[in-house]
């Protein structure tokens, strides 16, 4: 499967050609980088540190596209916007990771699933997706009035959205889990005199600091007890592997918005 990977001056996106040269059935066709970066015109083999492949970087991500069978995406919105577009008219797959996209942008990748194969996950590693099916089902086994749900989240210091895509990936599994709307129902912010913890909210609290890739727990707190179910990324490629692994199982489906709980075999309608 030939594979494009933009953002590829990025870590993600390093970190995303050292997997798709590893992985069998899948080949590095085109790397896009970010308009004026330093890469731009480097072999992204040299720049993910795994010597020449034979692909310059470039920053036209249409010449990058044509004879592609899917791109692999974790960038900024108003990027993975304009990717989706592209890979619908190419009627390719569009593997998505990236956070902090709108309700509107959402809406764009709705409408691009209607030609790409598009998977879209808020994280795509196995284990926070295993841990959002375990996080839905205890929400539903605990009752609302004894039991309160709190998603902590904790990331580097460079990123630039919050709650965390995976955060609100738990939340919104558990928020299933309860059959309620998280966004009637989540907390974001609290500071200063808040009142009483309102019964049925799922709350939110989010730490930045050093060079973490990521820290997530939902934690369940009854009268005298508490769970913690909790994940813990302590590299990179688990994303870039579960990304790779996204394209492949999409390569042969018909156009549709797929999310890893699909390619994993985990939604409820696997």
Not at 9 to 24: K, P, V, W
Not at 67 to 92: C, K, M, N, W, Y
Not at 106 to 135: C, I, P, Q, T
Not at 147 to 171: C, F, N, Q, Y
């Amino acid at each position: 499967m030939k594979l494009v990977v933009v953002g590829a001056n990025g870590r993600m996106g390093q970190a995303l050609i050292r997997i798709i040269a590893a992985t069998e059935g899948a080949v590095l066709h085109g790397a896009v980088g970010r308009p004026g970066s330093a890469a731009i015109g480097k072999d992204a083999g040299e720049l993910a540190g795994i010597g020449p492949l034979g692909v310059p970087v470039t920053e036209d991500a249409l010449s990058a596209f044509v004879h592609a069978d899917g791109v692999i995406d974790f960038t900024r919105p108003e990027s993975s916007v304009e990717f989706a577009a592209l890979a619908a008219q190419a009627r390719i797959v569009h593997v998505i990771g990236t956070t902090g996209c709108t309700e509107e942008d959402e809406d764009k990748f709705r409408a691009s699933a209607r030609h790409a194969r598009v998977v879209k996950s808020g994280n795509m590693s196995l284990g926070v997706n295993l841990l959002s099916v375990l996080v839905k089902q205890a929400a539903k086994a605990l009752d609302a009035a004894g039991w309160d749900i709190e998603v902590l989240e904790m990331h580097h210091r460079h990123k630039v959205d919050a709650p965390s895509g995976t955060a609100l990936l738990l939340g919104e599994a558990a928020a299933a889990g309860r059959g309620i709307d998280l966004q009637d129902a989540s907390v974001r912010v609290r500071d200063g005199y808040t009142g009483p913890r309102e019964q049925g909210t799922i709350g939110f609290a989010t730490l930045r600091g050093g060079s973490v890739i990521g820290e997530h727990s939902v934690i369940m707190a009854g009268e005298g007890e508490l769970i913690t179910l909790s994940h813990s990324a302590g590299d990179r490629t688990i994303f870039a592997r579960g990304a790779v692994k996204a394209a492949l199982w999409a390569f042969d489906k018909k156009p549709g918005l797929y999310s890893m709980l699909d390619v994993l075999g985990l939604s409820q309608n696997s």
